[in-house]
């Protein structure tokens, strides 16, 4: 069985991002990028799989302009198998990015396709749902664990929900999306970032794909929240259970 | 009448809003709207999480004909204009397979302008994947709507504001943040009209294709504090409690204010507590009137969860701590002195 992974090269979580002044997006040239936290515990996730016998190749996914080479090669250095880049310079949205991994699933046919749960940039939270939605396959998100059984062809996956944790049991072929408890990733070691050189990168266009990118969003502006009034250290209990009693009415 | 009040209180709730950008009257275009809203539902009532969301789709216009969807396996309560139930075992658990399919085929029925959402782990679940079988792409945990058709959406863990135009075909859909659409509490004696309630006609359904997904279990936190997604008061503990044991403490506190308990993902990971108490970017969003956040230094991903508390208080050993930048009050101290003195002062709850 193969285990396809989507990949998303993201502006690195530790960073704190700018808005541009004329507001029409963050600043992102000259800072630092990274692969999508929860994009590296699913491919951490397809590759125990692999590493665990149920699986025979991991292959390693992404869509956008020519540094996603560059995280696609982080990839390989972890230890996926080879690598497929959809070169698009334009937008990509999660419609769009759905319809173009349901027609490399359809070329590779996986037994399982991962994804993160939500990119830590737009945080949307769609592209698992909606790709599962396109290949009626069933969806495990916010997955806080996978058992595979190769024998009964199911993936039984722990799911973390507003109550608490939920298990389903999907029908394999199935899409699940990671969350965050679902493992720790590993670091690429050098020598696999060396042999990650030489493992293949296939690039494709959406075109050769039969794929229309759909354009029926439109980003007007982005701006930053609304700041807060600067609050004061207090100091003591006494001074505090006095200050939200009688200052700010909330005990 | 009741649903006149909650028009006219919710067109208050929007233009109180400060960075509202676009007023009322900029949108000339008068389209006829009408509004599917996916409602949660458990132990025969509406979750109050979907309720926000019927305020949302108030929002998006003055004649706005709003129908809820509620699939389940038993009776159900009305809130809104018009109910439609699906009433079925193959909906006995709200999975997405099946909910986003049924929604696909109300949708080629009903012909709505809009489908929205709460963004709770259900909703997130379902909508995106109805949307990808409807071929639009959704607008997700809109905290604003401008217009019809223009949203505004939290980016980079909530640091920057995205202001979308939808710009395609019918239907419009979306998942709203209920943190950002209060309900607004009605009269006791507030006795509506009784909404009309339709039931789906399932026998195309095609339930004879076996789901590919099926329940298993679920854990279920019985507690009688309230609900962390919208209490008055959340309490917040975070690694610095150190144990399981010591997060007691942290639950103490809550139960002496009548609070609900918050963790960080920290707290989490280390098995202090299970996960559905986690705040944060991808955890909980919670607006209380009081967050009180011990132990917790303040990362990006955990402000992201509650900088939208009315008054945030912070205590922590360290005075540098970022959490210090966004509390309204700090107290830099030790935690473990701090919450038993307050157990000591504070007066009982109301």
């Given at each position: 069985?193969?285990?396809?992974?989507?990949?998303?090269?993201?502006?690195?979580?530790?960073?704190?991002?700018?808005?541009?002044?004329?507001?029409?997006?963050?600043?992102?040239?000259?800072?630092?990028?990274?692969?999508?936290?929860?994009?590296?515990?699913?491919?951490?996730?397809?590759?125990?799989?692999?590493?665990?016998?149920?699986?025979?190749?991991?292959?390693?996914?992404?869509?956008?302009?020519?540094?996603?080479?560059?995280?696609?090669?982080?990839?390989?250095?972890?230890?996926?198998?080879?690598?497929?880049?959809?070169?698009?310079?334009?937008?990509?949205?999660?419609?769009?990015?759905?319809?173009?991994?349901?027609?490399?699933?359809?070329?590779?046919?996986?037994?399982?396709?991962?994804?993160?749960?939500?990119?830590?940039?737009?945080?949307?939270?769609?592209?698992?749902?909606?790709?599962?939605?396109?290949?009626?396959?069933?969806?495990?998100?916010?997955?806080?664990?996978?058992?595979?059984?190769?024998?009964?062809?199911?993936?039984?996956?722990?799911?973390?929900?507003?109550?608490?944790?939920?298990?389903?049991?999907?029908?394999?072929?199935?899409?699940?999306?990671?969350?965050?408890?679902?493992?720790?990733?590993?670091?690429?070691?050098?020598?696999?970032?060396?042999?990650?050189?030489?493992?293949?990168?296939?690039?494709?266009?959406?075109?050769?794909?039969?794929?229309?990118?759909?354009?029926?969003?439109?980003?007007?502006?982005?701006?930053?929240?609304?700041?807060?009034?600067?609050?004061?250290?207090?100091?003591?209990?006494?001074?505090?259970?006095?200050?939200?009693?009688?200052?700010?009415?909330?005990? | 009448?009741?649903?006149?009040?909650?028009?006219?209180?919710?067109?208050?709730?929007?233009?109180?809003?400060?960075?509202?950008?676009?007023?009322?009257?900029?949108?000339?275009?008068?389209?006829?709207?009408?509004?599917l809203v996916l409602g949660e539902h458990e132990g025969g009532s509406i979750?109050?999480?979907s309720?926000?969301?019927?305020?949302?789709?108030?929002?998006?216009?003055?004649?706005?004909?709003?129908s809820m969807l509620l699939a389940g396996s038993g009776p159900s309560v009305q809130e809104a204009?018009r109910v439609i139930v699906a009433d079925s075992d193959t909906f006995m658990y709200p999975l997405?397979?099946t909910c986003?399919k049924l929604v696909?085929l109300i949708?080629?029925k009903g012909?709505?302008?809009?489908?929205?959402?709460?963004?709770?782990?259900f909703?997130?679940?379902i909508?995106?994947?109805?949307?990808?079988?409807?071929?639009?792409?959704?607008?997700?945990?809109?905290?604003?709507?401008?217009?019809?058709?223009?949203?505004?959406?939290?980016?980079?863990?909530?640091?920057?504001?995205?202001?979308?135009?939808?710009?395609?075909?019918?239907?419009?859909?979306?998942?709203?943040?209920?943190?950002?659409?209060?309900?607004?509490?009605?009269?006791?004696?507030?006795?509506?009209?009784v909404a009309p309630i339709s039931q789906v006609d399932l026998s195309t359904f095609g339930e004879?294709?076996?789901c590919?997904?099926?329940y298993?279990?679920?854990?279920?936190?019985?507690?009688?504090?309230?609900?962390?997604?919208?209490?008055?008061?959340?309490?917040?503990?975070?690694?610095?409690?150190?144990?399981?044991?010591?997060?007691?403490?942290?639950?103490?506190?809550?139960?002496?204010?009548?609070?609900?308990?918050?963790?960080?993902?920290?707290?989490?990971?280390?098995?202090?507590?299970?996960?559905?108490?986690?705040?944060?970017?991808?955890?909980?969003?919670?607006?209380?009137?009081?967050?009180?956040?011990?132990?917790?230094?303040?990362?990006?991903?955990?402000?992201?969860?509650?900088?939208?508390?009315?008054?945030?208080?912070?205590?922590?050993?360290?005075?540098?701590?970022?959490?210090?930048?966004?509390?309204?009050?700090?107290?830099?101290?030790?935690?473990?002195?701090?919450?038993?003195?307050?157990?000591?002062?504070?007066?009982?709850?109301?």
């Amino acid at each position: 069985m193969k285990i396809m992974v989507a990949i998303k090269r993201v502006v690195d979580y530790a960073v704190k991002i700018r808005v541009k002044p004329d507001k029409s997006g963050v600043e992102t040239s000259n800072v630092k990028m990274s692969m999508n936290p929860f994009c590296e515990i699913g491919l951490e996730e397809a590759l125990r799989i692999k590493e665990s016998g149920l699986a025979s190749e991991v292959i390693a996914v992404s869509m956008g302009p020519s540094q996603c080479v560059d995280t696609l090669r982080t990839g390989l250095a972890m230890g996926a198998d080879r690598a497929i880049h959809v070169e698009s310079s334009a937008i990509l949205y999660p419609l769009s990015v759905a319809k173009l991994l349901k027609a490399l699933v359809d070329v590779e046919k996986p037994g399982l396709l991962i994804l993160g749960k939500q990119a830590i940039d737009d945080d949307c939270n769609q592209t698992g749902q909606m790709v599962a939605g396109l290949l009626n396959w069933p969806q495990g998100t916010f997955a806080s664990k996978v058992v595979l059984d190769k024998q009964r062809e199911v993936a039984t996956v722990e799911r973390e929900v507003d109550g608490g944790l939920e298990t389903l049991c999907l029908d394999l072929p199935a899409v699940i999306t990671t969350d965050l408890r679902l493992n720790q990733p590993r670091y690429a070691t050098l020598p696999n970032i060396m042999k990650a050189k030489s493992k293949v990168i296939k690039k494709f266009t959406p075109q050769e794909l039969n794929v229309d990118i759909k354009y029926d969003l439109e980003v007007v502006q982005v701006t930053e929240p609304p700041k807060r009034k600067a609050g004061v250290i207090v100091s003591s209990v006494d001074d505090l259970i006095d200050k939200l009693k009688n200052e700010a009415h909330v005990i | 009448m009741a649903a006149q009040v909650l028009r006219r209180k919710t067109l208050a709730n929007l233009s109180a809003h400060s960075y509202s950008l676009f007023s009322k009257s900029s949108f000339s275009l008068r389209r006829l709207i009408s509004t599917l809203v996916l409602g949660e539902h458990e132990g025969g009532s509406i979750k109050a999480q979907s309720l926000s969301a019927v305020v949302a789709a108030k929002s998006l216009g003055e004649d706005n004909s709003i129908s809820m969807l509620l699939a389940g396996s038993g009776p159900s309560v009305q809130e809104a204009a018009r109910v439609i139930v699906a009433d079925s075992d193959t909906f006995m658990y709200p999975l997405a397979e099946t909910c986003a399919k049924l929604v696909h085929l109300i949708q080629q029925k009903g012909g709505y302008s809009h489908i929205m959402a709460t963004s709770s782990s259900f909703g997130k679940n379902i909508l995106p994947r109805a949307a990808a079988l409807l071929d639009v792409s959704p607008i997700t945990d809109v905290i604003e709507i401008s217009g019809p058709q223009l949203f505004v959406r939290p980016i980079y863990a909530g640091n920057a504001f995205c202001t979308v135009r939808y710009t395609g075909a019918e239907p419009c859909m979306l998942t709203i943040r209920s943190t950002s659409f209060p309900v607004p509490l009605t009269s006791a004696n507030s006795k509506c009209d009784v909404a009309p309630i339709s039931q789906v006609d399932l026998s195309t359904f095609g339930e004879d294709k076996v789901c590919k997904s099926k329940y298993v279990n679920h854990t279920s936190q019985d507690s009688e504090r309230p609900d962390l997604s919208n209490a008055r008061i959340v309490v917040t503990g975070g690694r610095a409690l150190k144990s399981s044991v010591n997060f007691q403490m942290i639950e103490k506190l809550a139960e002496k204010l009548g609070a609900a308990v918050g963790a960080t993902r920290a707290a989490v990971d280390a098995g202090f507590v299970p996960n559905e108490l986690q705040v944060g970017q991808t955890g909980k969003i919670v607006a209380p009137e009081l967050y009180m956040a011990f132990g917790v230094s303040g990362a990006i991903q955990h402000l992201a969860g509650m900088r939208d508390s009315k008054v945030i208080v912070a205590v922590n050993k360290d005075a540098d701590a970022p959490i210090f930048q966004v509390a309204d009050y700090g107290l830099v101290g030790d935690l473990f002195e701090v919450i038993p003195e307050l157990l000591k002062k504070l007066p009982e709850k109301k």
